[in-house]
């Protein structure tokens, strides 16, 4: 997998240093699974993805579901280990570390960037 860095496109803050991009089948069935942590400033792309499932994690994630161009649909601040979460029309999903969400500030209606190029 490769990493990107994800932006937010108005005012060009920081929202994930080092994103992997699961974009494969098997990238994006395993996706965080087998980690202890996530660290502030690391993530995951996974796409194409409407929805997620934490089963078999072992922490709490944030989970940020994207439009085709970037535009943030739901945030899901704190998901729980053994939950699902899914938001209508998203065609990915960035998997931040709990609190990360909040701390850089991203709301629904937002939108990023990806590498400077929109999702």
């Known amino acids: 997998m490769h990493a990107v860095a994800v932006t937010h496109a108005g005012n060009r803050s920081t929202v994930c240093e080092r994103c992997l991009v699961a974009d494969r089948m098997l990238p994006r069935m395993r996706g965080l699974l087998g980690r202890r942590e996530l660290r502030p400033g690391d993530g995951m792309v996974i796409r194409p993805a409407p929805s997620i499932h934490t089963f078999f994690m072992r922490f709490p994630i ?48 937002d939108r990023l960037l990806f590498d400077g190029a929109v999702a």
């Open 62 to 109: 944030d989970a940020l579901f994207l439009a085709r161009d970037g535009e943030v649909l739901k945030v899901a601040n704190d998901v729980k280990p053994w939950r699902i979460r899914s938001a209508r029309r998203a065609h990915s999903v960035i998997e931040l570390a709990a609190g990360e969400a909040e701390r850089r500030g991203v709301s629904a209606g």
